[in-house]
């Protein structure tokens, strides 16, 4: 019994820098992917998410109660799945089309993890989650070519038709309060 908790503080120990090391290797390695032409052997990029990603959930079930691990084990499977399915050629997009699929990758992390932590869904991790994920998809359709407009033409199209009905809400908001609230200045 003694060994085995011996054991898990050493895994603990190593977790602390392996967890951030591992992430950003493959950040580094991802990013390489996706911006040069730098040729990879096939299969390790994704194989080397896989691995750690399994590495990472074995670790989360053994540490109960740190929820870390549950968020990069479905990050790092996630992303080494949708590599492995691009080295085998299955991949309908370039590399350099792949990128958004992390924010939604980030997104279903929030989730998995937050569910396994409380069994239920959790506002503190559905709001980031929603959030990447709403940016995970507008991203891809500009990345896929299925929004074939520039993208700065889209948001400088789409931001006063979502800003201008934002703040006449708001105005409208600010006003109502005011008044139900008996203030002597309103209007």
């Known amino acids: ?16 820098a392996l967890l951030p090391l591992c ?9 390489l992917l996706l911006v040069t032409d730098i040729p990879f052997p096939r299969f390790s990029v994704s194989l080397f998410s896989v691995f750690f990603g399994a ?5 989360a079930l053994y540490f109960k109660t740190l929820y870390r ?13 949708l590599l492995l399915l691009h080295d085998a050629g299955l991949g309908f997009l370039p590399y350099k089309a792949l990128w ?3 924010m939604i990758f980030i997104a279903v992390s929030f989730v998995v993890s937050g569910y396994i932590r409380y069994r239920r869904g959790k506002p503190s991790y559905i ?18 070519d299925i929004i074939t407009l520039s993208f700065i033409s889209c948001v400088l199209f789409v931001f006063p038709l979502v800003c201008v009905p934002l703040g006449v809400t708001g105005l409208y908001w600010f006003v ?4 139900a609230a008996g203030a002597p200045d309103a209007v």
């Open 176 to 179: 109502r309060t005011r008044i």
């Open 127 to 144: 709001v980031p989650a929603a959030g990447f994920l709403v940016l995970g998809v507008v991203f891809l359709l500009f990345s896929a």
């Open 55 to 59: 590495l990472f959930w074995l670790a």
């Open 1 to 16: 019994m003694q060994h085995k908790d011996q054991y898990g503080k050493i895994l603990l120990k190593a977790s602390i």
């Open 23 to 31: 992430v950003g290797v493959l950040a580094v390695l991802i990013t």
């Open 69 to 81: 691990f549950y968020f990069s084990s479905v990050f790092l499977l996630q992303t080494g799945c």
């Open 100 to 102: 958004p699929f992390f």
